[in-house]
């Protein structure tokens, strides 16, 4: 495992992300994880599943300090005492004093954007938070939230596999120093599929999505957040430290790219994207 340097924060370049995992699935799943060496675990309040997230991490016998843990506040915490509120709340949940990285989830509130970095500056100054970020984040608004705070953003959480061109928030996101965490990077399905990552894998003894996990984390300040219900899984997306893909293998996953290639746009929170 290698850490991915963000404006101070160290993160591990792979994440168990908890995305549509209900308790029992965590209670079953994140403790072999953690066996596994999974060091970066990825929740958030809208997921419902912090307890059982902090339930586990509590009883794992790895020490707190070993584990980089990261929440995201939802968009229904409007005002600033309910947004402190809502991140004590999740601390309890969580069974721990602080995070290691808190994130907006999307950019579009009732709360001004100025506001809730103002409360994520708060929180980082009160050690609840020790970096702060933001998720689902635009260009023009990476740049806002980089302007409007008064500490360092560490990354910007977003949809990102070899179907969906993230270079314009790439560039702007190390332009400020900040690192990109990629989620959905099977693209619901499609990678562990696709042709082209399946013989790019037959050459390294390796699965297409082990292909496409490589593929990220092979990219300077990305990290990528791997997700699975099944235990027997959990090793293959952990075995991805022990191979490189050739400069060609890196550019012919790029350019699986396509137009049409987002997957993750709900009109009531999404931004304008680039």
């Keep these: 495992m290698f850490t991915v340097s963000a404006n101070g924060a160290n993160i591990p370049a792979l994440g168990f992300g908890t995305f549509r995992m209900p308790d029992e699935d965590v209670a079953r799943v994140l403790p072999e994880a953690l066996k596994l060496g999974f060091r970066h675990v990825d929740t958030a309040q809208i997921y419902k599943n912090e307890a059982a997230v902090g339930e586990v991490l509590a009883n794992s016998g790895v020490p707190r300090a070993d584990i980089f843990l990261t929440t995201k506040v939802w968009v229904d915490r409007v005002g600033h005492r309910d947004f402190l509120a809502s991140v004590d709340e999740s601390l309890t949940k969580l069974k721990t004093d602080y995070l290691d990285l808190l994130l907006l989830h999307w950019p579009q509130s009732e709360m001004p954007l100025a506001d809730r970095i103002g409360a994520l500056n708060e929180l980082k100054k009160a ?148």
Excluded: C
């Design 127 to 274: 050690g609840k938070a020790r970096n702060i970020g933001v998720s689902n984040f635009s260009v023009a608004l990476i740049d806002e939230a980089v302007k409007l705070s008064d500490a360092p953003l560490a990354t910007n959480q977003v949809e990102y596999h070899p179907y969906l061109d993230q270079t314009k928030v790439l560039l702007e996101l190390r332009k400020h120093g900040m690192s990109l965490t990629s989620y959905y990077l099977m693209a619901n399905g499609a990678v562990p599929k696709d042709e082209v990552l399946k013989d790019i894998g037959a050459k390294h003894g390796k699965t297409a999505a082990q292909v496409a996990l490589r593929w990220a984390i092979q990219q300077k300040d990305v990290i990528a957040l791997s997700k699975t219900a099944t235990v027997s899984r959990l090793a293959e997306n952990f075995d991805v430290f022990d191979f490189a893909l050739s400069l060609e293998e890196m550019e012919a996953i790029y350019a699986l790219a396509k137009p049409n290639g987002r997957i993750v746009s709900p009109g009531h929170l999404a931004p304008k994207w680039d």
